[in-house]
């Protein structure tokens, strides 16, 4: 920390001792502006002064939308001193005796400076209505230094992200380090020029989300969501070997602004006058495959399918263990040898060239090599080069092929590119026989007409009688041998020709969500009732165990805080379940929503905190069965309109008998990062499996955040669950509070839930509380609580030379992983 000459501190004396004084928009050098004035731009666009972000006392200067009466991490544009803030309201802005903007504090120390090395005398300061602030010599007016070429976390039109081709120097956003604290955080967002220039966002400096190549309108590995938001958007080559990119909006939004969040997310956000609120225009990563390499080498990712992951035609899981259990890290390798391979081992087929097999509409992988080459001539050079393994052609970028592994491979339902992947004769071969075979068989077929004409007529007539006496007795009960006990009167029935109606048909705007079990989709009866159709599908076999299961359970079940099972649909190969329409969907899709979750303040999520638990005592103690639920999670708690919980999903729940305490299975079915330690290691499951889950559900409410894995600042491993132990450990655990519901009038309440969230995590089961005891610790009626003990899946020192990795080598948003299927709502 410098400080100033005797000169410099009579200049800035003079400056205390004088009134703003200076043009709206303008700071000259003989001015100052000092805390709590501020100068806006000349159209009234924007404002410049200092400023305390939520629940912080410290003050930064700042730029934000002048609009907007309350100053809010959303707001804000650009930030001067994000490593050095003011303890007080002390703070100075002023251009010192070089030429240099500096912010100072109480005691005349320059806290940030524009730091331009030449000398700049009786320079100015503008703040223009683009939000760049602008330092410019009053002999020249050239700008020697702005606001747009040093950003923080924001994007706004006409600003310039760059890289430079020889040197590497960037002007990229780097997200704050939390809604409160501006300084420069884990992600950042930019250019990377190598090969083909593609956009990237970066967590600690390794890739978490990549835009795709740009093909000279789009990144054409963004969705359709990134093209919406990117009219006039543009990336240049100029004369200086830099590469830039830049957008103006062609449709103009208000407010609304580009910005990299705490949590990594690219976000386009717009002001609504009406509802005096920020909307997301755009979001990404959207969903768990825009992750960078999800599903590893080989592997391509599809959001919509379930599991998201498979290999590529021609390829196989490399382990097969891992990847069964969810964990797609380790990728996959290629099932018979190309003809380079053949050759060099003289096998079988060595003469026989490769193929390449087409996959439309994806993200292309990354790493891909540019050539300027016609379509043909690009296959061509592709096929002639044996370390070729795929190749891609775009009239916008030219020729792209790739030599090394397929990392980051995505599959889009709309948008993308075409890419032709290298295989061996083989797999062509085989479908050239199979493609034989039904040619035969068809030959054969037709000739055999006339002769099994009778049969089949009589075949016909026999399914007919044999499909109507199968839809009369389902009709009677419901197809399972656990739900034997299940009948109509106690579980209505709906026709597949009501639910069709109530759905538009099953259309896809009105999908709710996907998973292993099918598809969830929303629906209105003809009485105007809303619902929610879980639909089986039909290629899911462990779905439909899973069905019954839920069938069997649930229709046994009544409690406010359980979502209500309203009736089953089991028509010929459909199987569907309707329950009540939860207006607010799940937790997750609030509590760990940047823009969402300050819609929950600490009042509403004491109440789900409770809501749960109450439901989890009925299930445990107070239903006629006892029932472990196995899959307690953020995604399975629905909120109803007026935010009260409801507990879904029991596809896996499990029925214990009167005297029965604890079960084991060797089919271990759950999300990590929710299941106890006794069970992922060895199947035992019982309540305090569930208890277990609560505790790291509650730690998620509180604190907003995923049960994640992420760093700290000495590179250790942790879960939210080790997280907060080690902030307990550190006498520091308010800080695990989520910033957006801080209250000091409720702080015991706060503290108090999050002791009861770590005696529920405990490593021994028997150390942890049941849920009636929660109950009683979270209403007071316990006062004084015992010293949680260390959790399970705390944490683990990461080697100087190990690349971060996430659990079970899980690169991924969330780091839940599910080991079988997890189902949607």
């Keep these: 920390m410098g400080f100033l000459s005797k000169r410099s501190l009579l200049a800035v004396f003079c400056c205390y001792c004088l009134n703003l004084g200076v043009a709206l928009d303008t700071i000259k050098s003989s001015q100052s502006l000092r805390d709590p004035d501020f100068i806006i731009s000349r159209g009234s666009s924007f404002r410049m002064g200092f400023f305390s972000p939520v629940n912080s006392t410290n003050r930064y200067l700042g730029i934000w939308y002048n609009k907007i009466s309350v ?113 420069t955080g884990r992600f950042s967002i930019g250019i990377n020029p190598q090969n083909i220039p593609q956009g990237f966002v970066w967590k600690d400096g390794h890739p978490y989300w990549r835009y795709g190549p740009w093909n000279g309108q789009v990144f054409t590995g963004a969705q359709s969501w990134v093209l919406d938001y990117h009219n006039g958007y543009t990336l240049v080559y100029d004369k200086e070997e830099t590469i830039y990119e830049t957008y103006a909006y062609m449709n103009v939004l208000g407010l609304s602004k580009h910005f990299l969040d705490s949590q990594g997310n690219s976000m386009q956000i717009h002001w609504n006058d009406e509802k005096e609120d920020w909307e997301v225009v755009g979001f990404a990563p959207a969903n768990e495959c825009d992750v960078y390499g999800t599903c590893g080498a080989f592997g391509s990712c599809y959001a919509l399918s379930s599991p998201i992951c498979s290999c590529l035609k021609g390829f196989e899981p490399k382990i097969v263990e891992e990847w069964n259990r969810g964990n797609w890290m380790s990728g996959c390798v290629r099932r018979t040898p190309l003809q380079c391979e053949r050759v060099n081992n003289r096998s079988e087929g060595a003469g026989k060239a490769d193929g390449f097999l087409k996959l439309e509409m994806v993200k292309v992988p990354d790493f891909a090599e540019w050539s300027y080459r016609t379509k043909d001539d690009c296959r061509k050079q592709c096929l002639e080069n044996y370390s070729c393994v795929a190749y891609a052609y775009d009239t916008g970028i030219g020729c792209m092929s790739w030599s090394g592994n397929l990392i980051d491979l995505q599959k889009f339902s709309i948008g993308g590119l075409d890419i032709y992947i290298r295989l061996s004769y083989l797999e062509f071969e085989n479908e050239r026989n199979l493609k034989v075979i039904i040619t035969i068989t068809m030959i054969i077929g037709a000739m055999a007409i006339p002769s099994t004409a009778y049969f089949l007529w009589s075949w016909m007539t026999k399914k007919r009688e044999f499909a109507t006496e199968k839809k009369n007795k389902s009709r009677e009960t419901v197809p399972s041998k656990n739900l034997n006990n299940v009948k109509l009167h106690e579980l209505p029935t709906f026709s597949l020709e009501e639910l069709a109606t109530a759905t538009n048909n099953f259309h896809v705007a009105n999908v709710l969500g996907r998973g292993g079990f099918g598809t969830v989709y929303k629906g209105k009866l003809r009485d105007g009732q809303e619902i929610a159709v879980k639909r089986l599908s039909r290629s899911s076999g462990q779905g439909l165990e899973e069905f019954m299961n839920e069938v069997f359970v649930i229709s046994k079940l009544q409690h406010r805080n359980l979502v209500r099972l309203l009736g089953c649909c089991i028509e010929g190969e459909e199987n569907m379940l309707v329950y009540e329409y939860m207006s607010n969907k799940s937790l997750d899709a609030i509590v760990f929503d940047p823009l969402n979750q300050k819609h929950l303040d600490w009042k509403n999520r004491f109440n789900i905190i409770e809501g749960i638990s109450r439901g989890l005592l009925y299930l445990h103690r107070d239903s006629r069965l006892k029932i472990i639920h196995r899959d307690l999670k953020a995604s399975n708690i629905l909120l109803d309109e007026e935010l009260n919980p409801k507990i879904s999903d029991f596809g896996i729940a499990r029925i214990f008998g009167g005297s029965e305490n604890q079960a084991n299975t060797k089919r271990v079915i759950g999300t990590y990062g929710y299941m106890s330690p006794e069970y992922v290691m060895q199947g035992f499951f019982s309540e305090k499996s569930d208890v277990f889950s609560f505790g790291v559900l509650l730690l998620e409410i509180v604190s907003g955040r995923k049960t994640t894995c992420f760093y700290d600042d000495q590179q250790y491993y942790l879960s939210l ?102 189902y949607a709502r």
């Excluded at 902030?727 to 209250?743: E, F, G, K, S």
Aim: net charge negative.
């Design 71 to 183: 100053v809010t991490y959303l707001s804000v544009v650009w930030v001067a001193n994000r490593e050095k803030p003011l303890k007080d309201s002390s703070g100075v802005l002023t251009i010192d005796e070089d030429g240099n903007l500096v912010v100072l504090n109480g005691q005349a120390e320059i806290l940030w400076s524009s730091n331009v090395s030449n000398s700049v005398p009786n320079s100015s300061a503008t703040l223009l209505d683009s939000g760049n602030l602008v330092l410019q010599g009053d002999t020249t007016g050239a700008i020697v230094w702005e606001s747009f070429q040093h950003p923080c976390d924001t994007f706004l039109p006409r600003m310039k992200l760059t890289t430079n081709l020889r040197t590497n120097q960037r002007v990229q956003l780097t997200s704050w380090k939390s809604p409160s604290d501006p300084s």
């Design 721 to 822: 669950v080790g997280f907060a132990w080690k902030l307990w450990n550190d006498n520091n655990i308010m800080a695990l509070v989520d910033p957006t519901i801080w209250d000091p009038g409720f702080q015991m309440e706060m503290l108090r839930c999050i002791h009861v969230g770590l005696l529920c995590v405990q490593e021994l089961a028997r150390d942890r509380p049941t849920v009636s005891t929660i109950i009683s610790m979270l209403n007071s009626e316990i006062l004084d609580l015992p010293t949680p003990k260390q959790p399970a899946f705390t944490e683990r020192q990461i080697a100087s030379n190990e690349k971060p990795v996430e659990m079970g080598q899980i690169k991924s948003s969330s780091c839940n992983i599910t080991i079988t299927t997890v």
